[in-house]
């Protein structure tokens, strides 16, 4: 079984790349997970988006900290399975922190977990306890697994993958934009990189317009962000799981420039 998971797309320079790289190679992979918060204008997601990205291909679109910066977002997320946020908010937020996506063929089932971090981070419950909590109900389903573990602090990604170690086919960090040189196929055969990268402009700083953001560290006063337009990249891995127990054969980064 082969995925592609897109790192955080960022703006419309993310979605343009996004675009052309799934209309060209989508074929390639049995499912496709994308990383989708920073999607609209750098911060949250609309349903028109979210359209966009499962038209071309995505079966699962997950988020993290910025999931409910645009308001609209609640006017849908109950309504759209294939939409995900942080599992570890509490049971009264809407939403789903889980989905299990379904091969175009109808034969192969791929449960995604979406999990956020608490170091640096908002006020979530033990990412660690939720995984324990969810994994045995997903596994009754499928043996396929993967998780995007959104958190700021490669301390706490790397112990997740450690944790994770022979219970899921892949942990796939996001959040901090900047793809590490760490993939790797774990002992236990977990497919893991501490951060897949960010889709978008990387003449920035992580997807913001560097004049923008320079002014906010020198002045140290409020200043409002735009996304940066130069030097696309799409940065992804590919990971292929192995189909008799799920684990991961490899995962190879992607970096695609637009």
Same mark, same amino acid.
């Given at each position: 079984?082969?995925?592609?998971?897109?790192?955080?797309?960022?703006?419309?320079?993310?979605?343009?790349?996004?675009?052309?790289?799934?209309?060209?190679?989508?074929?390639?992979?049995?499912?496709?997970?994308? &990383?989708?918060?920073?999607?609209?204008?750098?911060?949250?997601?609309?349903?028109?988006?979210?359209?966009?990205?499962?038209?071309?291909?995505?079966?699962?679109?997950?988020?993290? &900290?910025?999931?409910?910066?645009?308001?609209?977002?609640?006017?849908f997320v109950d309504t759209t399975p294939q939409l995900i946020r942080p599992a570890n908010y509490p049971t009264v937020v809407?939403?789903?922190?889980?989905?299990?996506?379904?091969? &175009?063929?109808?034969?192969?089932?791929?449960?995604?977990? &979406?999990?956020?971090g608490q170091i640096f981070m908002n006020r979530y419950t033990n990412p660690f306890h939720a995984l324990n909590d969810i994994?045995?109900?997903?596994?009754?389903?499928?043996?396929?697994?993967?998780?995007?573990?959104?958190?700021?602090?490669?301390?706490?990604?790397?112990?997740?993958?450690?944790?994770?170690?022979?219970?899921?086919?892949?942990?796939?960090?996001?959040?901090?934009?900047?793809?590490?040189?760490?993939?790797?196929?774990?002992?236990?055969?977990?497919?893991?990189?501490?951060?897949?990268?960010m889709t978008g402009p990387y003449d920035s700083v992580i997807g913001m317009r560097t004049k923008e953001v320079l002014n906010?560290?020198?002045?140290?006063?409020?200043?409002?962000?735009?996304?940066?337009?130069?030097?696309?990249?799409?940065?992804?891995?590919?990971?292929?799981?192995?189909?008799?127990?799920?684990?991961?054969?490899?995962?190879?980064?992607?970096?695609?420039?637009?």
């Amino acid at each position: 079984m082969k995925i592609l998971f897109i790192g955080d797309i960022v703006g419309n320079p993310g979605r343009t790349a996004t675009t052309q790289f799934l209309n060209e190679h989508r074929h390639e992979y049995d499912f496709i997970v994308a &990383n989708g918060e920073n999607a609209a204008g750098g911060k949250g997601l609309t349903f028109e988006i979210v359209d966009q990205l499962l038209a071309l291909g995505v079966s699962v679109i997950t988020t993290g &900290n910025h999931v409910w910066d645009k308001k609209e977002i609640f006017d849908f997320v109950d309504t759209t399975p294939q939409l995900i946020r942080p599992a570890n908010y509490p049971t009264v937020v809407p939403g789903r922190g889980v989905m299990i996506a379904t091969s &175009n063929d109808g034969q192969t089932q791929l449960g995604v977990i &979406n999990l956020a971090g608490q170091i640096f981070m908002n006020r979530y419950t033990n990412p660690f306890h939720a995984l324990n909590d969810i994994l045995d109900k997903v596994k009754v389903i499928t043996p396929y697994i993967l998780l995007d573990f959104h958190a700021e602090a490669t301390s706490e990604k790397i112990a997740m993958g450690w944790h994770s170690d022979g219970k899921v086919g892949a942990v796939i960090g996001t959040h901090t934009h900047v793809q590490t040189a760490d993939a790797r196929v774990l002992p236990q055969g977990t497919a893991y990189i501490t951060d897949v990268g960010m889709t978008g402009p990387y003449d920035s700083v992580i997807g913001m317009r560097t004049k923008e953001v320079l002014n906010g560290f020198l002045t140290m006063m409020p200043t409002r962000f735009s996304v940066a337009k130069d030097n696309v990249i799409l940065c992804a891995v590919e990971i292929e799981l192995d189909e008799g127990t799920g684990m991961a054969v490899s995962i190879t980064p992607v970096q695609r420039q637009y």
